[in-house]
């Protein structure tokens, strides 16, 4: 219920999505919530079982309440091979929004200093130090706004040379017969036709039962439904062995994420700052989004516990923005070579150095140890293409 006698609070956290969900979070880990006053607007509160947002880490994230499935193995096929790798490091988790959403709010529930509303965020507007939320249910006043709602305003005005989507459809399916080694993931498969993009299915089993198959395209256009389900079929068939009847769909998952080399700004006005997807914390070359939030949520509640403002926060270092524009040109420009370079990601390192890198935490050595075993030339030809923006950075 939204506080009756004032408009006001501390902290308003404009959409409970993963980047909302995941700031109240690190909010209520921190006990920020006993001394400020929150507002958390969403059209809508009620937990859905929509997305299953996976990540790899070493530990560190302590979420381990909401890991619905964790994954030590992972493979990489391409051109009719297969590389698979037991994780040394790292584990490959999934967490379901459902889980994720009905554990933090039921938490944020049971405490006096948060209020809910479910309403429509229409605009965000700020006078000095004070933020506003404009919403279907009336104008809130802030002292920080934490949106992931709207885009910046700027963003029709920002630089962008590559503009791709990732998109896909992902079927949970049941089968009578075990069929799944639920240690296993597939994080690319990419034995499949590459003629509207770079396309792949991403295997996700649960139990030996049940998994979610995902047709995934990089591509500036999203295609008709049924080709993405003739797809699914397709692999299905080939993979397992089952035909429509033989299988049921459980859940049906599906997203359209942006892959662009876009430039976000921080702030939308004074003291509401852009977070999330709309915030630019989406890694363009893979759509990972999910441990980005955490870092920049931990960011966040630091600087509000210290009492100070909230600092720049950088989704990538200069170094790793340039690798995605470069990489990006590459796939929105050379299908075929995009897929080499992966093979040859997968091929040629230890997948645990894949997702350091992919996470941007590896160091400059690694990182050349890394590209000297890729085939250098498309890279020069991205690079020449791309240089007005690589100099920059922007
Ligand atoms: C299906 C899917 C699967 C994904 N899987 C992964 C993954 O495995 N790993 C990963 O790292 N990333 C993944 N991503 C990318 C990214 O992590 C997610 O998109 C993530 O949900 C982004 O978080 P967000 O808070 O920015 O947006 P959302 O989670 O979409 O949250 C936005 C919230 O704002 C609310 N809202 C929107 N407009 C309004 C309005 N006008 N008024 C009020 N409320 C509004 C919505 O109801 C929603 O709750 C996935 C994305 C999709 C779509």
């Known amino acids: ?27 209520l880990d921190s006990g920020l919530s ?13 937990p859905d079982n929509s997305k299953t947002w996976c990540f790899w880490d070493k530990g560190n994230l302590t979420i381990n309440d909401f890991i619905y499935h964790e994954w030590e193995t992972l493979t990489f096929s ?31 529930s049971l405490d006096k200093n948060i209020t809910f509303l479910e309403a429509e965020i229409v605009d965000f507007t700020s006078n000095g130090e004070i933020a506003s939320v404009i919403t279907s249910a009336g104008t809130f ?19 962008v040379d590559s503009s791709l989507l990732q998109h896909f459809i992902g079927w949970e399916i049941e089968t009578d017969e075990a069929l799944f080694d639920p240690d296993t993931a597939t994080l690319m498969d990419f034995n499949t036709s590459q003629e509207n993009g770079v396309t792949f299915f991403y295997v996700l089993p649960f139990t030996k039962r049940k998994a979610l198959i995902e047709y995934t395209l990089f591509s500036g256009n999203l295609l008709d439904t049924h080709i993405y389900e003739d797809a699914l079929e397709h692999y299905i068939h080939e993979e397992f062995g089952l035909e429509r009847g033989q299988y049921t769909i459980t859940r049906v998952e599906k997203g359209a994420i942006p892959m662009e080399d876009r430039v976000y700004q921080q702030w939308y006005c004074n003291r509401v700052m852009n977070t999330g997807t709309v915030g630019g914390f989406t890694k363009p070359t893979t759509g990972y989004t999910f441990t980005r939030l955490h870092e920049m949520s931990k960011i966040i509640v630091a600087a509000l516990e210290k009492g100070g403002k909230v600092p720049h926060i950088k989704a990538s270092d200069y170094r790793f923005r340039v690798y995605d524009i470069i990489l990006l040109y590459l796939l929105k420009h050379e ?53 007005h923006r690589i100099v920059t950075g922007a």
């Open 78 to 108: 391409a051109f009719g091979n297969t590389y698979r790798q037991q994780l040394k490091e790292y584990h490959y988790h999934c967490v379901r929004s459902l889980d994720y959403s009905t554990k933090i709010l039921e938490r944020a």
């Open 141 to 159: 006043d802030c002292k920080w706004v934490f949106q992931s709602v709207l885009r910046p305003r700027d963003y029709n005005d920002a630089k």
């Open 335 to 387: 299908v075929d070579i995009s897929v080499k370079i992966f093979r040859d990601l997968f091929k040629k390192n230890n997948f645990d150095r894949i997702l350091q890198f992919l996470d941007e935490k590896t160091n400059f050595f690694q990182e050349l140890s890394i590209f000297s075993k890729l085939s250098y030339m498309p890279f020069f030809r991205s690079i020449y293409k791309m240089k």
């Open 34 to 46: 006993d001394k400020f006053n929150i507002l958390v607007v969403d059209k809508s509160l009620k």
């Open 1 to 27: 219920m939204v506080n009756s006698n004032s408009n006001d609070y501390d902290i308003a956290i404009a959409g409970a999505g993963a980047a909302g969900l995941t700031l109240l979070l690190y909010i």
